[in-house]
């Protein structure tokens, strides 16, 4: 049957893989690649079937020839991999060789020639392999020695459950007549083992992977386990089953009761409406079982499986049909009976701390702490998560009974600390109610005054009490403040955690928080220098960036904390980093940053490095804009940030509203250092900007003209032609072009002859005239104007409109004659014209006291705008006195004489006024 190739050199394949499993590296490495190179030849796989079936092979050897098959149905057996394919003839040689391995005795071995069973029943059964199952079956049944039918079970349970996670329609279609034609046998096997007195361990082991195989066969099924009488046998079976082996606490015996349960929970999650009859048995099976000391897997399965059915979707009165009202009433009588029960067992059994974790506790406080904190899905597999989730259900189904239940378990326990401390755990579950709102209130006080076990757990309810309660007193702060004295870390750490609760309370109130604020930064600034692990400093620097946030901190306070970050920053992680860099944009935010900078500015780099983009850029902008004076090094740390603006689409705007901060702060030095890079990014960019990256990018030239526009037309030229383009063609929507017009109109007022200029050079790249392009802005600028509703930005349009009507020249003026002046009237109708700062984008009631130094810095310059206080109706007097001692009063008189009488008389009174 096996065919040989001559090729290869039976010895010497032996002979490379007793190298691979050699402790020698550089044999290793040689066989392993003189193996790889030949796997790619044909026959090669032939003769490791002819040795695999050699007795005396030592086992690792053997085990690596398994494993070398396991990477042959990966990489070479299916048509269109890279690899070349495994001939036909090879395919059935491993096939038929596999099957007879049944006698393996080597258990590692024998795992991976299972695993190797699944791989190929993956993708050969049934098409190439119809026959597998029923060959294995058959191996099980014919088999007198323990060994030959425990590998057979072994493999027969891997093919099984590759089957049985294949989803599609087809697959599943073909798993259903698999369930048909084996489900009667592999059942029958069970009813034997059960029939068996005293079971010995190859007996147990046999009937874990038969219960292993029943519970795929019945999960994964297309059809119902109600459809075969069979499947809802076992299932009853599970109970009673479970139920009568409890007493045994071998392994594997614990491991087939944990296999029943995860049977029941398949059952329940893939086919919840055969689980109905199975509902009340459920009930009483676990309130029996989980008196009994199992295994924490077990019990956790259990309740899980309760859990599940009260939660069920299945199972909720949305589907509004007589049948699931009645498994609802079903499921309500059952937790009418046992929610009693349930409470007290999670109370007394699975809340209270273990002496394992005491201990834990007082040698490792930081390390009990942090591995303390549950996240994810550790209900699934850890007692304690598992029945506080539980609990949580059992509080949304029936409220009142639970919390009345932990009122009185907490009246009686009041002198047992571990099991007081339990009963609070379920009591950070229900701290909504009103009963147990009101406890909280009379007794917070002294229960801060009580060990470190209940004080801890005191401030755990604090936190959660936050979320709720309404009203909060000076008091719940005092307490807090109390909470993170000196003591035991462990309670320490967790009311920082309460603390940042405080912060996201529904009523959290400043003027009560500021009485403590400075006791809290204190004791936390304490806290600081005694934690050691990074998880600790980290959760601490989060709670001082949301108190810095929140409450603010002086000029001292903010020395303290930088001073305390430095050596965080030196030795701790990346995610450390990026919390001390949060908190210095916020320390940035409510005050000067002189006394951070030299934390910061490491910090942001940090952050720019492993791309925290946004994190990095907003500690930039706080920074800039709490500079009281130009600090060399915030400007040459826009080198770093203007990289991002090239390789990343993402947080653009930031980087431009950073380029405006440095714009004001060094108005000079900046533009020559960065302006021509800077525009040379800018200009490819424009067309990739949204509506939102434009404004900000308008903004940013609109205060670099208003700074020096000779020197932003020198350095932004392409930029600015660039974006008359964009403003001609009209590519961007209306807010953009608003802004466009806005940029264009103010540089034509601040400096008519750049501006001329500028649309020269356009007009020169287009193979147009000056005239063409300036009557051409100036119809797109009139019809802009009517679409602005700001007055600041009206009038900014109208003095550039002036100037460029006059640009165009003679014809310009002629034909755009009763446009031009229908919209300037309009603006002058709608601006008064007094000496308010108009231009200014801050209002009249901003006081300089509540701006930060970059508004006012923008404050000054907007003030300090020479057309501030300029009349818009003197200058369009001026500017029509002048066209009509340019064309002439006769032709001047004309234009007039052609608009409409209205307006026309209206420009005679603005004239006469």
């Known amino acids: ?117 699944g791989r190929l029943a993956r993708i050969d059964c049934p098409v190439y392999w119809p026959d597998l199952l029923p060959r294995l079956l058959d191996l099980v049944q014919s088999s007198q020695d323990h060994l030959h039918q425990q590998r057979s079970l072994l493999y027969t349970y891997r093919v099984v459950k590759s089957l049985a996670i294949k989803r599609l329609p087809t697959d599943r279609r073909i798993f259903k007549q698999f369930f048909q034609s084996f489900f009667g046998i592999i059942y029958g096997f069970w009813l034997k083992y059960l029939e068996v007195q005293n079971p010995s361990t190859y007996d147990q082991e046999n009937a874990l992977f038969i219960l292993k195989i029943i519970r795929q066969l019945i999960a994964y099924n297309i059809e119902p386990p109600s459809s075969n009488i069979q499947s809802m046998q076992h299932l009853s079976n599970m109970f009673h089953y479970s139920l009568s082996v409890v007493d045994i606490k071998n392994t594997l015996n614990l491991k087939l009761m944990n296999t029943a349960v995860k049977t029941l929970l398949d059952v329940l999650y893939y086919h919840p409406n055969s689980f109905i009859s199975l509902i009340r048995p459920a009930f009483s099976a676990c309130l029996k079982l989980i008196q009994y000391s199992l295994s924490e897997k077990i019990t956790v399965n259990w309740l899980n499986l309760l859990k599940n059915i009260v939660m069920s979707d299945e199972f909720r009165p949305v589907h509004s049909s007589i049948y699931i009202n009645d498994v609802v009433s079903l499921i309500k009588s059952e937790l009418i009976l046992h929610t009693k029960d349930l409470v007290k067992y999670a109370l007394t059994q699975c809340l209270p701390l273990k002496t394992e974790e ?44 639970v919390v009345c239940i932990i009122l009185q378990a907490l009246q009686e326990y009041c002198n047992d600390e571990i099991a007081f401390e339990a009963i609070l755990q379920c009591v950070v579950l229900c701290c909504n109610k009103p009963e147990i709102s009101e406890w909280l209130r009379k007794n917070l006080s002294s229960l801060c005054c009580s060990g470190s076990i209940l004080r801890r757990r005191t401030a755990k309810v604090i936190g959660a009490w936050l979320d709720f309660t309404n009203n909060l007193s000076e008091e719940v702060y005092v307490l807090i403040s109390n909470l993170l004295g000196p003591g035991d870390l462990v309670v320490r750490l967790t009311a920082v955690d309460a603390l940042s609760c405080a912060f996201t309370s529904l009523d959290y109130t400043p ?127 826009f ?4 990289r991002f603006l090239v390789i990343s689409g993402e947080c653009r705007f930031m980087v431009i509203e950073i380029a405006q901060r440095n714009l004001l702060l060094f108005p000079g030095e900046f533009l020559e250092k960065y302006g021509s890079n800077l525009s040379n990014i800018l200009t490819d960019m424009v067309g990739d900007c949204n509506t939102n990256e434009l404004i900000y990018l308008c903004d940013f030239l609109d205060m670099s003209l208003m700074l020096d526009t000779v020197k932003t037309v020198l350095h932004f030229e392409d930029l600015l032609l660039r974006l008359l383009q964009a403003l001609l063609e009209q590519c961007f929507p209306l807010r953009a072009q608003i802004e466009l017009v806005s940029v264009f109109c103010r540089l034509a007022t601040l400096a008519s002859d750049l501006c001329q200029n500028l649309i020269s050079k356009y007009a020169a790249n287009n193979n147009q005239t000056l005239l063409e392009t300036t009557y ?46 229908c919209s300037l009237l309009e603006v002058l109708h709608d601006i008064a014209e007094t000496s308010r700062d108009l ?51 006769e032709a001047f008189d004309h ?19």
């Open 358 to 401: 005491l201990l834990f506790w007082q040698s490792d406080p930081e390390g009990y702490f942090a591995n303390e904190v549950v996240q994810g899905d550790s209900w699934r597999f850890a007692l304690r998560p598992c029945a506080i989730s539980l609990l949580a259900t059992l509080i949304a189904e029936r409220p009142d009974e």
């Open 511 to 637: 003027e009560l928080f500021a009485t403590v604020s400075s006791n809290i930064l204190n004791a936390i600034f304490v806290l600081l220098n005694d934690v050691k692990e990074c998880s600790s400093c980290l959760q601490i620097v989060l709670a001082i960036r949301d108190l810095v946030a929140h409450d603010g901190a002086n000029e001292l306070e903010r020395k303290q904390i930088a001073t305390l970050f430095e050596p965080l920053w030196m030795n701790g992680d990346q995610s450390l980093k990026i919390a001390i860099l949060e908190c210095c944009s916020s320390l940035a935010s409510v005050g000067d940053c002189e006394s951070i900078i030299s934390l910061a500015l490491p910090a942001i780099i940090e952050g720019l490095n492993c791309e925290e983009l946004e994190i990095a850029f907003q500690a930039s902008i706080d920074l800039l804009n709490s500079a009281t004076t130009p600090i060399r090094q915030l400007l040459d740390i």
């Open 839 to 889: 231009d200014s984008p801050l209002k009249d009631n901003d006081s300089c006291a509540s701006l930060n130094c970059h508004s006012r810095r923008l404050q000054q310059l907007y003030q300090s705008n020479p057309f501030k206080n300029l009349s818009l109706t003197q200058a369009i007097g001026e500017r029509l006195t002048f066209i009509r001692d340019s064309i002439g009063v």
């Open 639 to 642: 080198e770093v940030v203007l």
């Open 895 to 913: 234009l007039l004489n052609s608009m409409d009488i209205e307006i026309k008389n209206q420009l005679q009174s603005f004239f006469n006024s």
């Open 776 to 821: 051409a802005m100036v119809g797109v600028v009139c019809d802009i104007l009517d679409s602005v509703g700001n007055h600041t930005t009206r009038r900014i349009i109208a003095f550039g409109l002036l100037t460029l009507w006059l640009i165009g020249g003679e014809t310009s003026v002629k034909n755009r004659f009763n446009e031009v002046i």
């Open 1 to 117: 049957m096996l065919n040989c190739s001559n090729e290869f050199d039976p010895s010497e394949i032996l002979l490379l893989l007793h190298h691979t499993v050699s402790q020698n590296p550089n044999d290793l490495q040689a066989s392993e690649a003189k193996l790889a190179s030949y796997s790619k030849k044909p026959g090669f796989y032939s003769i490791l079937s002819h040795l695999l079936l050699q007795d005396n092979l030592p086992p690792n050897v053997r085990c690596m020839i398994v494993i070398f098959f396991k990477n042959a149905v990966a990489q070479r057996w299916r048509k269109g991999t890279n690899a070349v394919e495994i001939s036909q003839e090879e395919k059935s040689t491993i096939r038929d060789v596999i099957l007879r391995l049944t006698n393996e005795a080597d258990d590692a071995t024998a795992r991976q020639i299972g695993v190797l069973f």
